[in-house]
């Protein structure tokens, strides 16, 4: 080895996301596929590729400032690492600075430099990160020696001697360097304290959100149960309502029935009941099947009263007119009885002339003309 340093390290890291800074202040997240990290060309163009002391002020290594920038290079070994998420392979460092910066701990972090095709297509990667643009045809330029507490890229890629993890800087197109995001603000769990205090908190944290989701899960099944019973009585009510209606419908038909009926008797009654005064006006042997009204209308006629065609009013007038001469005729009907007004004698009934109203035989009777 001689007065050069070799170590084995862990470079960059394939199926990541990094963030990275537009030249508009946004946050760019551009996912590294594994097929392109560990791709063979990728992985070729690394072979040989300076170790630099930080990454150089021109983003790339030029020839006007190697000699200034560059500390060592990278074998020809770079491939998939043995934990198979890292490429991994030797560098060589053979300037006094960065040995001894390495061998004293200080510059322990590796960034890799490289440039990419982007492909502009969203998507989440496999780890659930959701990422804007993809990269593509990565080639490498060199790797850069850094400080301890410079991490980006995740504390498993490294120099294989220490733990400290590396970061990474892409180029673009011009070979200028492109700026990585400001990483979030992270509390410090190198103190043993602060660890505990932390997981002590998470753990509160999570028997709380635990406490609320068994408060929602009782409070849905409580809401669960009332609905359950509302809609219980809601049906039960319904069914009770749908009864109630069969109910009145019955109720209103037998009302309906029953009024009917009520009205036929009635009109069965006075039907009887005027049947009863024709066969006084027309003689028992008058007979009728119709209504009140014909049976007037019939009794009428068989006195010789024509009521063809008239009002039923009027038919009930001329037949309770007949009805009052019959009964002041003491027993005899109207029809027999040929009612004569005579000069203080009698007549044959034969020669009699029939009175057809009942004002006519008052007004014969207050004449004394009326045979008896």
């Known amino acids: 080895m001689g007065n050069r340093l070799r170590v084995q390290a862990r470079m960059s890291k394939g199926g ?3 963030h990275y800074q537009a030249a508009d202040g946004r946050t760019i997240k551009e996912y590294r596929p594994e097929s392109e990290v560990f791709d063979a060309e990728s992985l070729a163009s690394a072979h040989g590729a300076p170790v630099t002391y930080y990454h150089p002020s021109t983003g790339a290594v030029i020839p006007d400032s190697f000699s200034r920038d560059v500390v060592g290079h990278i074998d020809s070994d770079v491939r998939r690492g043995d934990d198979g998420e890292h490429t991994q392979g030797t560098i060589w460092i053979g300037r006094r600075d960065a040995i001894d910066g390495v061998l004293g701990g200080a510059l322990v972090e590796l960034s890799a ?3 990419c095709d982007l492909v502009d297509e969203a998507g989440v990667s496999p780890g659930g990160e959701p990422y804007d643009c993809v990269q593509k045809n990565i080639r490498w330029d060199h790797c850069a020696l850094l400080n301890a507490g410079q991490a980006r890229a995740g504390r498993g890629a490294r120099i294989l001697d220490s733990a400290e993890p590396v970061r990474v800087m892409r180029l673009d197109a011009t070979g200028n360097a492109i700026p990585p995001a400001a990483p979030a603000q992270e509390n410090s769990m190198t103190d043993h304290a602060d660890a505990e205090k932390q997981i002590e908190t998470l753990t509160a944290q ?5 406490a609320r989701a068994d408060t929602a899960e009782s409070t849905i099944a409580d809401a669960n149960a009332t609905l359950a019973r509302v809609e219980g009585e809601r049906d039960a009510a319904k069914s009770d309502a749908d009864a109630a209606v069969a109910r009145a419908e019955k109720a209103e038909g037998e009302l309906a029935a029953l009024a009917k009926a009520k009205a036929d008797a009635e009109a069965e ?4 009941a005027v049947l009863a ?5 027309a003689g028992e042997t008058f007979a009728c099947d119709g209504d009140a009204d014909a049976i007037r209308a019939a009794a009428c006629t068989a006195c010789g009263v024509t009521v063809d065609g ?20 003491e027993g005899r009907t109207i029809g027999d009885a040929r009612l004569a007004v005579v000069g203080g004698g009698t007549t044959p009934p034969a020669a009699v002339e029939p009175v057809e109203t009942v004002t006519e035989i008052f007004a014969a009777k207050a004449r004394g003309a009326v045979a008896k």
């Open 16 to 18: 990541n996301v990094q």
């Open 113 to 115: 430099g490289y440039s």
């Open 206 to 210: 999570v028997a709380s959100e635990k």
């Open 269 to 272: 009654a006075v039907r009887v």
């Open 277 to 281: 005064d024709a066969k006084l006006v």
């Open 310 to 329: 008239k009002h039923p009013a009027y038919v009930e007038g001329r037949f309770s007119g007949l009805l009052e001469a019959r009964k002041a005729g």
